[in-house]
């Protein structure tokens, strides 16, 4: 594809207010993208500094550090955060500030819709994390602590936490359908002329599933924790057998949002993964056509199969067969994108700067994360892996390998383009390896902890688990203080460094590598055509 | 650097000392079902499968990233837009590998697994009950030799274990009071519910699992080829108390559990029988009952965790009056609560017998603080009266 732009701008356009203010009223899409990237780092260390809390408890057998009450809050609303306020908010500063660049618009279709999606979230966190803080003064006792699952009837007895979770979960979902509302509008309506759908760029193409799964799924979390809210205050009985309700059926409405969360949270990932490919290997995506297929054949199959996540709740035969055979089958289109990853590093002029070295390494980890979930679809297998570490251990390499890792390769990637400096890059490389090597140190022994019989969420264990145990607590302490580094080249980076040029990669591809580096305040005050 | 070193060779000696006396298992433990067998080949098979993938797919892109490198001065090959014709054939293969492994190789023996595991009637010899409640597992023998037998099991670590005041016991959190009892070789039919939230009955060894849903009734199987003493955990986050309401489940001949129903019949029948105790059998028996159950929320003082769970020590309920005028118990008085429960406190009528709801309301009246002034002893022949 190729493209003619100028890059062009008007000084006066520039213009707007300074200190708070421009960041409280900003309707600028790169000014609410940044928002939305440091809002999500910010959340990433509160997420993580309370998961080592959790797995300074279980360095060793025993109760050390804090009694199992605290122990399920910390569980709970580390996966939250983790899940709507780290990873989902980065996905979305990356569509505001990349989006309108990589497709040849002025700005997001709706900003003043885009700035309240943003300001929606802090508040949000704060209601999340509150009642720690509350049940220091005394009042209620402690934050959500039934896991981010929220399963009656443990979420109708539980205290003030909950429905402080609840109103959380509203908000964040607001936010999250507002910016996807957004996203559909600026992708359908904004694109530079010549730029059909099927020329558009792959990150496109995965934020637009994605809003879409996210419009189709939110509300019906929405709807489930309201359910949820009046059945612990108002006496209904939507999850209480006494009444002629089911607890089970809060699973079903939980899990048709939680598990299109899934590819929520990956679809983005998947966008941008190819074009790092490109940049770093010289030569254009292979199968785009196949890609694009792939990635509606995915977002069509996550809202059709929920119930893999509660078999052992309970179904009749039929179900359990359909809901298993259903899960395997989104195998087929990922080992499709698996295929034309790889491909498109086949025989490509490779160099493995640090956004390469990250997305390479994320191939890898989210193939395993891939593959042990093929095998966790199997319902007789999954009776003994259901709810056991080996589920900890899969689900964190198909999320921190196959979401945090991807967002990350996507940081170093644009990183030069936003802030006009390159980064560190001997210590970006640093921060992949100590990354990926205690990334593997935590989570591999959790596999066989897993195997040998350890259920998650308990917060002491019994002996013969106690080594894998301790090497999993080592790993994740330098995964954990390797982000102190990841944080400190960001900010270096936004303070100076070397100028970065416009092009920034040598094999670049795409219009947002026709702008400055960093873009101006306003982009493209000349449209740009694609041929 | 120097010290750097002597780092490595501390932590390289720390590995090999864990590995010396670890007990590391790579895989599920020994399976004694067929169920538990079915699922290891299942795992295995997969493993195995995915491995090679794995493996192969990996090999690839060592290969290219290896060769296909910028700093060697490899040139991209001109990938341009592939014809569609040979895009479509190229992505159809892997598309074909995984439809093969997913519906023929794996999926025909899951089949014939799911079929298996949810078979729970079928040649089954026997049907117990189980209910799970927090933090506990309550057993009911439904019919056959063991007809009628119910009992509780509660964890037996004890808390100065937990806290590390005690060195821990060799199946420190996974030992229990009452194991379930069962007969090798008998397919057994096992109905799932519970009394308060959701819980897991989970022994890995079996390979099934089950969520006990309250008001539901869920059902597995399972039929232990082997005696042994076999030990699982509650795998369905319940509360606070979730790590700590192991399941343990001891595998007998049929000749031994034919005694052993004769046996706990027996006792059984013994403690139905009611009869009037001294006040100091009573306090005896009831710090028993108390400790084991209601201890986990009330404490061991009956200081509680308020504001969840109230403090017992000068508690109106633990002191106040019982019986009215009538002789009949009142409403929201001691023996009301203990029976019928309130909120987050369990009905406790279909969990103890009588003669332990009078011993631990008599425990809680004249011990952790309290002195009642009225009803401070109470009965077992008038537990069982209220209850009628």
């Not at chain 1, 000084?11 to 900003?26: N, S, V």
């Not at chain 1, 409405?253 to 939680?258: I, K, V, Y």
């Not at chain 1, 199969?305 to 035969?317: D, I, K, L, R």
């Not at chain 2, 099991?153 to 420190?172: F, I, P, R």
Request: proline share 5%; aromatic share 12%; hydrophobic share 50%.
């Amino acid at each position: 594809m190729s493209t003619t732009t100028v890059a062009h701008h008007d000084e006066h356009h520039d213009d707007h207010p300074t200190g708070i203010m421009r960041w409280l009223t900003t309707t600028n899409h790169k000014d609410i993208g940044t928002m939305y990237l440091t809002f999500s780092l910010v959340m990433f260390l509160v997420g993580g500094s309370m998961i080592l809390g959790i797995r300074a408890e279980l360095f060793k057998p025993g109760l050390q550090l804090m009694n199992p009450e605290f122990f399920n809050q910390l569980i709970g609303v580390h996966a939250l955060i983790m899940i709507f306020a780290a990873l989902m908010p980065a996905a979305t500063g990356f569509a505001n500030w990349m989006l309108p660049l990589q497709i040849g618009a002025p700005d997001m279709a709706l900003p003043r819709l885009n700035n309240w999606g943003f300001w929606i979230l802090p508040p949000s966190a704060i209601l999340l994390t509150l009642p720690f803080t509350l049940a220091l003064f005394g009042v209620g006792d402690g934050a959500l602590a039934t896991g981010w699952t929220f399963y009656p009837p443990l979420s109708v007895q539980g205290g003030i936490g909950v429905d402080f979770a609840i109103f959380a979960v509203h908000l964040l979902g607001i936010s999250s359908v507002l910016g996807s509302i957004n996203i559909i509008v600026t992708i359908y309506n904004m694109r530079a002329p010549g730029m059909t759908l099927m020329k558009m760029p792959m990150f496109a193409w995965g934020w637009l599933i994605t809003a879409f799964l996210l419009i189709a799924t939110i509300p019906v979390l929405a709807g489930a924790v309201t359910m949820l809210l009046t059945d612990r205050h108002f006496g209904t009985h939507f999850f209480d057998a006494a009444g002629g309700g089911d607890p089970i059926m809060f699973q079903h409405l939980f899990w048709f949002f939680g598990h299109p969360e899934v590819y929520i949270l990956l679809l983005p990932v998947w966008g941008f993964i190819p074009q790092i490919l490109q940049t770093f290997s010289r030569k254009p995506m292979y199968g785009y056509k196949a890609q694009v297929y792939s990635l509606w054949a995915i977002g069509a199959l996550a809202v059709v199969v929920w119930a893999h996540h509660f078999f052992t709740a309970g179904m009749p035969v039929p179900a359990l067969l359909y809901f298993m055979y259903s899960t395997m089958a989104i195998s087929l289109p990922l080992a499709v994108l698996f295929y034309c990853w790889i491909r498109t590093m086949w025989k490509g002029s490779m160099s493995f700067e640090t956004p390469m070295l990250f997305t390479v390494g994320w191939i890898i980890l989210f193939g395993i994360g891939g593959l042990t979930g093929l095998v966790l679809a199997d319902v007789a297998a999954d009776a003994q892996y259901h709810n056991s570490y080996f589920v900890v251990a899969h689900f964190h390499y198909t999320l921190f390998a196959g979401g945090i890792m991807g967002i990350m390769a996507g940081v170093y990637y644009w990183l030069p383009k936003m802030t006009g400096h390159m980064y560190n890059e001997k210590l970006g490389k640093t921060h992949f390896w100590l990354t990926a090597i205690s990334f593997n140190v935590t989570f591999i022994p959790q596999f066989f902890v897993g195997l040998a019989g350890m259920p998650r969420r308990i917060p002491d264990y019994a002996l013969q688990f106690a080594e894998f145990n301790m090497i999993s607590t080592v790993g994740a302490f330098v995964l954990g203080l390797s982000q102190l580094l990841f944080v400190y080249i960001i900010i270096s980076c936004v303070k100076g460094g070397k100028k970065a040029t416009d092009k920034v990669w040598e094999g670049a591809q795409g219009l947002e590598w026709t702008l400055s580096s960093p873009p101006p305040y306003h982009s493209f005050t000349e449209q740009p055509v694609v041929k | 650097m120097q010290g750097m070193k002597k780092l490595g060779v501390g932590a390289f000696a720390l590995f090999l000392s864990l590995s010396a006396r670890a007990d590391f298992t790579w895989n599920f433990p020994e399976p004694v079902t067929p169920m538990a067998l079915d699922t290891l080949h299942v795992h295995n098979k997969f493993m195995l499968i995915t491995a090679v993938i794995f493996v192969a797919v990996l090999a690839i892109m060592i290969y290219s990233i290896v060769t296909h490198r910028h700093s060697k001065g490899y040139k991209p090959v001109a990938d341009k837009a592939p014809s569609t014709a040979v895009e479509i054939f190229w992505t159809l293969i892997p598309f074909a590998i995984l439809l093969l492994i997913d519906f023929v190789i794996m999926g025909i023996p899951a089949y014939h697994s799911v079929v298996m595991m949810e078979d729970t009637r079928d040649q089954s010899t026997m049907v117990i009950k189980i209910t799970g409640s927090q933090w506990r597992w309550q057993y009911e023998y439904l019919d056959g030799d063991a007809k009628g037998i119910k009992f509780v099991s509660n964890l037996a670590t004890t808390n100065d274990q937990m806290h590390n005041e005690a060195d821990k016991g060799e199946h420190y959190l996974l030992e229990v009071d009452n194991p379930l009892v069962l007969p090798v070789g008998e397919k057994v039919r096992i109905l799932m519910t519970a009394s308060d939230v959701l819980h897991n009955w989970w022994v890995p060894q079996f390979g099934s699992s089950r969520v006990a849903v309250p008001g539901f009734i869920r059902e597995t199987w399972v039929q232990v080829e082997k005696a042994g003493v076999y030990r699982g955990q509650c795998k369905e986050l319940c509360g606070k108390g979730h790590g700590y309401m192991p399941v343990v489940v001891n595998a007998v001949s049929k000749e031994e559990f034919a005694q052993w129903a004769t046996k706990k019949q027996g006792e059984q029948q013994a403690a139905n029988d009611v009869k009037e105790m001294t006040k100091d059998e009573l306090l005896a028996q009831g710090k028993v009952v108390y400790e084991k159950n209601c201890a986990v929320c009330h404490q061991v003082t009956g200081a509680g965790l308020p504001p969840a769970f109230p403090a017992l020590t000068g508690s109106k309920i633990a002191t106040g009056p019982i019986f009215g005028a009538d002789g009949k118990y009142q409403k929201d008085s001691h023996l009301d609560r203990v029976l019928n429960g309130k909120g987050v406190m369990p009905a406790w009528k279909a969990t103890l017998n009588d003669t332990e709801i009078a011993a631990v309301i008599t425990y809680e009246r004249n011990a952790l603080g309290n002195t009642a002034a009225v009803d401070a002893v109470v009965q077992p022949a008038q537990v069982k009266a209220a209850r009628e």
